[in-house]
Every structure is written in structure tokens, then in C-alpha cells.
């Protein structure tokens, strides 16, 4: 079945404690993302990565790493997180799309991981 | 910039009524249009898209046409289920090339009642 898997699914931690939230797709996709998910504020792209070794910041990527060492994997790093992080997280990946058809792609998602920084 | 503006929500209706919500865009260039669907406890789920001007897209009883000349890309079903109760998503992707990501609307819930 394709999909886009995230782990852990659910997290509660200590301000400064370091974690990292795994994401693994078996599409063959190229392109992954992560969001955050907040009340009235939508989904928002922390980082993403157009291929191996291959990353760039998105709309909200301060107190957050990613990497990009395998096609699959896409893990989010938080080195120090604190409570401001706080949310829904989404990985999502989608193909490369075809020469002239940028923007059409579908992005699949991962089922989320609900982050609380105490 | 580029951004979706989406009613607020919650939406409340009783089962078999009517469904319209309202998803109104700014881009700067060319978009494709998505509507995404988060049932409870799950990840986003693409409901339908439209990638030009006058397409309709359409899944599951749900339609939703490009509208460029206002701007639009509202989401409707003729007779909700009790099942569509989710939090709905309207989304943009510019066509370029490079990576382009989705822009969300902020999301409409949706409660359908027996």
C-alpha cells in the first residue's frame, strides 16, 4: 500500500529535551515536506527537500532541522524544542512532476504527529 | 503573495442538506486548486483538484469548478452523510517549476447531524 508513515504518532516532552519525528514514504517521491498544523492558522511548510541532500526552508523553519540522506526518509529534528512548538505535524511527499506540469502533482500525507512541549 | 481565504467554520447541517463552502484565492501566478480532507484523528486526504481555468474537479459527491474570473474554487455536495463530517481544507499550488508548495486556507469544519 503507498503511504507516507510518521513516528511517533503522539509525543509529550520537556522544554530543551532534543527529538526528532521520523517520516519514511514508499512512493519513490522526490519531493517531502513537513507542515505544522495550528488553530486559524492553516498548515504551514516548515521545510522541504526536492531530492537527496537536497533541502530549503519554508515559511516556519526557525528551531527546526531536517535531512535528507535517503529518498524515503525525510526525519524533523527539534535540537531544543519549547512550547511555542506545540502542534499538529504533517510529512508529505509527491513526485516530481512532469516537464511542464509543475504544480499539479498531488502531495500525500502522513497521518500526524500531535507534539506537546511542556 | 499567494494565499486562500476559506470561511469559518463550524458548518453545521443535517444529513441530506446542502453543502457549499466558500474558498476565495490570491496568487501571483498561475495556480492549481486542491481541496483536502482531514477526517478525525488522520492525516489530509486530497478530496479534488482542478489545474486550469473552468475545470471542475469532482470525488465522492463533492464538486468544486475554477473560477478565475472571481477568484473562487467552492466546494459543494447536493445531499451530505453524516460520514463528511471532517475539517476541509482549501489549498493552491503555483505551476512553476522547482518546488512549489501547497498554500491552505486556515479550514472549515464540518459537523453533519443525523
Known amino acids: 500500500e503507498a503511504q507516507v508513515t510518521q513516528n511517533p504518532r503522539y509525543l509529550i516532552t520537556v522544554t530543551g529535551k532534543k527529538l526528532t519525528v521520523t517520516c519514511s514514504q514508499n512512493?519513490?517521491?522526490?519531493?517531502m515536506s513537513w507542515y505544522r498544523q495550528d488553530p486559524g492558522l492553516g498548515l504551514r511548510q516548515i521545510y522541504y527537500?526536492?531530492?537527496?541532500?537536497?533541502?530549503d526552508k519554508g515559511d516556519v523553519p526557525e528551531g527546526y532541522k531536517v535531512s535528507r540522506k535517503e529518498k524515503r526518509n525525510f526525519p524533523l529534528i527539534l535540537e531544543s524544542p519549547s512550547p511555542n512548538q506545540t502542534s499538529l505535524y504533517f510529512c508529505?511527499?509527491?513526485?516530481?512532476?512532469?516537464?511542464?506540469?509543475?504544480?499539479?502533482?498531488?502531495?500525500?500525507f502522513g497521518p500526524g504527529t500531535r507534539l506537546l512541549v511542556l | 503573495g499567494n494565499s486562500v481565504t476559506q470561511m469559518e467554520g463550524p458548518v453545521t447541517l443535517s444529513e441530506e442538506a446542502f453543502l457549499t463552502i466558500n474558498c476565495t484565492y490570491t496568487?501571483?501566478?498561475?495556480?492549481?486548486l486542491f481541496w483536502y480532507v482531514q477526517y478525525p484523528g488522520e492525516g489530509l486526504q486530497l478530496l479534488l483538484k482542478?489545474?486550469?481555468?473552468?475545470d471542475k474537479g469532482s470525488n465522492k459527491g463533492f464538486e468544486a469548478t475554477y473560477r478565475k474570473e472571481t477568484t473562487s474554487f467552492h466546494l459543494e455536495k447536493g445531499s451530505v452523510q453524516v460520514s463528511d463530517s471532517a475539517v476541509y481544507f482549501c489549498?493552491?499550488?503555483?505551476?512553476?517549476?522547482?518546488?512549489?508548495?501547497?498554500?491552505f486556507g486556515t479550514g472549515t469544519r464540518l459537523l453533519v447531524s443525523p
Open positions: 508529505a511527499s509527491s513526485p516530481k512532476p512532469s516537464l511542464g506540469l509543475a504544480g499539479v502533482e498531488t502531495q500525500y
Open positions: 512512493m519513490n517521491h522526490e519531493y
Open positions: 527537500s526536492m531530492n537527496v541532500e537536497v533541502t
Open positions: 496568487a501571483t501566478g498561475y495556480p492549481s
Open positions: 482542478a489545474t486550469k481555468a473552468d
Open positions: 489549498a493552491l499550488r503555483i505551476r512553476n517549476t522547482g518546488f512549489q508548495k501547497l498554500v
